[in-house]
């Protein structure tokens, strides 16, 4: 009769709603990663496809870095890129991979003085072989550095350059009352084919000393974001451009006026596509914390006011990619005590700012690392550090589906 009509209405109802639900679940997609595994890196190739990197623990104190290929449904079996003793292994200076148009690779890890101090660390870079796949050590940087570093390194998507942070030339560690009183400069290194320095130019000679720093790539050339170390200790964000060959002098993204006397150990995070960039980034300016992103439309020449991600508990560690007509943010959002979620939220290239939504669970602490992000096709992945690296899968009818579940 009429009840058992409404009854199946009901159930068909339900059944629905949780086939939607289900449906935009977030897949968890772990990859091939040892227990303690950590630094989680993910790399865009030129063609779409997605690598990720991680760092695994060895017996007698040692450590490999290793990476897989997502293959649109799994992870490819682990490849070794180096493995080693008398690592420099830190929770925010993390290696790094990078794919370059021929198919070949390039990766940077920290490695210890032998004889210096704590701080005593550079940067090691190896560059895989597309023929033969094999990697093979090309160039390092501070390696002789008995208590300063070089570190903070970002490859330029696609290219054999980076940037990255390193002493002063010739200075050796000096101090400018930031953490540990190292001063560092901001430096652009190219290399060529052959694995040889084409070039290793500072960008700016006092920076913040132990933030991530950031780089994309335009029409016009490149797009490079650090946090600085201005007068009166003000830590907000400086943009350099690279455009009809020569590079521009820092200007300030936004005077957000973070005064703090020492290093957050919190970078921008970038993403470029044409003529479109953006960065995204936390700041704690006048106590109050956000995660910004601001946007341009002129290959980084200009940048419009910010727009903020969060919803009101910034945790940070913000990342970005370009995703449809816009960019897909993600970063941790504080909930209770040290709890909190990495939250993804998309932004158009207008600037419309669509629903946040929750990616996983996580805690807000350093062993969480900083949290990543990368599209390929139809999908989204994201990586992050919870015991051992995690990563999730995200389609753009899940991403869709996520942000109708928060209006």
């Known amino acids: 009769g009429r009840g058992v009509f409404v009854r199946s209405l009901i159930f ?3 059944a629905a709603a949780l086939a ?3 449906q935009a679940q977030v897949r968890s997609i772990d990859p091939p990663a040892a227990e303690e595994s950590g630094m989680p890196f993910l790399a865009s190739g030129a063609k779409g496809e997605v690598y990720l990197a991680w760092t695994d623990i060895l017996p007698g104190k040692k450590h490999a870095l290793r990476y897989a290929r997502w293959t649109g449904s799994t992870w490819t079996a682990p490849e070794t890129i180096v493995s080693g003793a008398n690592w420099f292994v830190n929770w925010a200076d993390f290696p790094s991979l990078a794919v370059l148009p021929d198919g070949g690779m390039l990766a940077h890890w920290l490695t210890r003085n032998e004889t210096g101090g704590k701080y005593g660390y550079g940067i090691r870079i190896a560059r895989r072989d597309a023929r033969s796949g094999q990697w093979r050590e090309i160039h390092g940087m501070s390696l002789d550095e008995p208590e300063d570093y070089a570190g903070f390194l970002t490859f330029v998507p696609n290219t054999a350059s980076a940037i990255y942070l390193a002493p002063p030339a010739g200075q050796g560690h000096g101090g400018h009352g930031g953490e540990h009183g190292h001063r560092k400069t901001v430096r ?23 933030c991530q720093t950031a780089v994309a790539k335009t029409e016009s050339g490149f797009v490079a974001a650090y946090r600085d170390h201005l007068p009166g200790e003000i830590r907000d964000i400086s943009v350099v451009r690279y455009a009809g060959g020569e590079w521009s002098q820092p200007k300030t993204l936004h005077r957000d006026g973070w005064k703090i006397n020492g ?16 960065i995204a980034w936390l700041t704690r300016a006048q106590d109050s914390a956000k995660i910004q ?10 940048f419009g006011a910010p727009l903020r991600l969060d919803g009101g508990n910034a945790g940070g560690r913000p990342a970005i990619a370009a995703y449809g007509d816009g960019y897909l943010a993600v970063w941790l959002e504080k909930t209770s005590g040290t709890e909190g979620q990495i939250r993804a939220r998309r932004v158009g290239f207008d600037g419309r700012l669509y629903p946040a939504f929750e990616v996983a669970k996580a805690p807000t602490g350093r062993a969480t690392g900083f949290p990543k992000v990368a599209v390929t096709g139809e999908q989204v992945l994201v990586a992050w550090r919870a015991g051992k690296i995690r990563a999730a899968l995200l389609t753009r009818q899940d991403i869709g589906q996520r942000e109708k579940e928060q209006q």
């Open 20 to 22: 939607l639900s289900l």
């Open 293 to 302: 992103v601001a946007l341009s439309k002129d290959d980084g020449a200009s």
């Open 263 to 278: 290093c957050p150990t919190e970078g921008p995070a970038m993403s470029s596509s044409g003529r479109n960039v953006a």
């Open 12 to 14: 068909l109802y339900t």
């Open 188 to 210: 652009f290194l190219s290399l060529t084919g052959g694995g040889k320095v084409a070039s290793d130019k500072e960008l700016d000679g006092d920076a913040c000393s132990c």
